[in-house]
């Protein structure tokens, strides 16, 4: 123990790190008698404090307690605000989120699209609730603030901190519905690890470009997944819905069902923004197929084609670009980065 602790010392920056509970099952108990997992009275992570302090000054304030499924855009840009307010102080040095992980992806990936800051934003919860057996809550919180206090974490925009792992918020995805392991990168992997004896990051820091959410009303964008026979009546709501942006998880490269086409040009017309994401989890998305309802159609009529998000986050990157006021006729070099 005490070499991790001389190590963490050395790499530690001056300042504190912030904790912000939101709630998930990081600060959920499991109940036996009714065999179910559910959210506690009371403040489930403080008890945790002083094993934080073991490894940077600490502060923790509870923002939300909610399952991350009752998260929504407005919940996130309120987190958002909170961060950047702490960010803001010099003697704040990092942030930790405490998250469910069922949405945790697009709320990290929102902080990465929002908070300005060289300053770590660390994003972590649990898939084992806090009584049960090998609860990982603890060990994610701890390495979490390891990562938050680390100097070499500046600079790199929202990670996701999970079972050892470090992971970049844009590639990050839920991959497992029970496994500790559940936070994965396809095509990328994790960007470092939490070791024993320290952080460690294989790949220089990056960050992207972020968006001052200005609007005070949140668009509505919705996201639509194609899937084989899909008919024209499936889509025709949209018609009729007051929506202000539309994400479609499209076949392979970017194909859809040719009945949906009709439906996809006619909101096109109406310049309703859309972009075009895959149902595959590797990969970018191109106008390569000249068939009815293939790319280069959707390319054609003015469709936006996402570089490699997944569909939620290509949702939360649209809301948070139309929140900015970039105009449409932009829009494509803002999902090509
Ligand atoms: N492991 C978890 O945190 C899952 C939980 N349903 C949530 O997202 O709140």
Request: aromatic share 6%; proline share 5%.
């Amino acid at each position: 123990m005490r070499g991790i602790r001389v190590e963490q010392r050395r790499e530690a920056q001056p300042g504190k790190v912030v904790v912000i509970n939101t709630g998930g099952t990081i600060s959920m108990a499991l109940d036996e008698q009714a065999g179910a997992v559910s959210i506690g009275e009371g403040q489930p992570l403080h008890h945790l404090e002083p094993l934080l302090r073991q490894y940077a000054a600490s502060e923790m304030v509870d923002l939300f307690q909610v399952p991350s499924p009752h998260m929504t855009p407005q919940m996130m840009q309120k987190l958002a605000l909170v961060v950047q307010g702490y960010v803001e102080q010099d003697d704040i040095s990092g942030v930790v989120i405490t998250h469910g992980t069922d949405t945790l992806e697009e709320t990290a990936y929102y902080l990465d699209l929002t908070v300005d800051t060289e300053k770590p934003i660390v994003i972590t919860g649990a898939m084992r609730s806090s009584n049960e057996v090998g609860a990982d809550g603890p060990i994610n919180l701890v390495e979490s603030m390891r990562v938050a206090a680390d100097a070499r974490s500046r600079g790199r925009g929202a990670l996701v901190v999970f079972n050892d792992e470090i992971h970049a918020a844009r590639f990050v995805t839920k991959t497992h519905t029970s496994n500790v392991s559940t936070f994965q990168s396809p095509s990328y992997g994790p960007i470092g690890f939490v070791t024993a004896r320290g952080v460690s990051y294989h790949q220089p820091a990056s960050r992207l470009q972020t968006y001052a959410v200005t609007r005070t009303k949140l668009a509505n964008i919705q996201l639509v997944k194609m899937v084989a026979g899909m008919e024209a009546a499936w889509l025709k709501w949209l018609l009729d819905t007051p929506v202000d942006g539309l994400v479609i998880e499209a076949m392979g490269a970017g194909n859809i069902p040719p009945a949906t086409l009709p439906i996809v040009l006619q909101l096109r017309a109406r310049h309703l923004p859309i972009v075009i994401v895959s149902r595959c989890y590797n990969g970018y998305v191109q106008d390569v197929y000249d068939y009815e309802g293939g790319g280069k159609q959707l390319r054609a009529a003015g469709c936006i084609f996402s570089n490699g998000l997944n569909g939620q986050k290509a949702r939360i990157r649209l809301l948070v670009l139309q929140g900015a006021g970039i105009p449409p006729e932009n829009m494509q070099a803002h999902f090509s980065f």
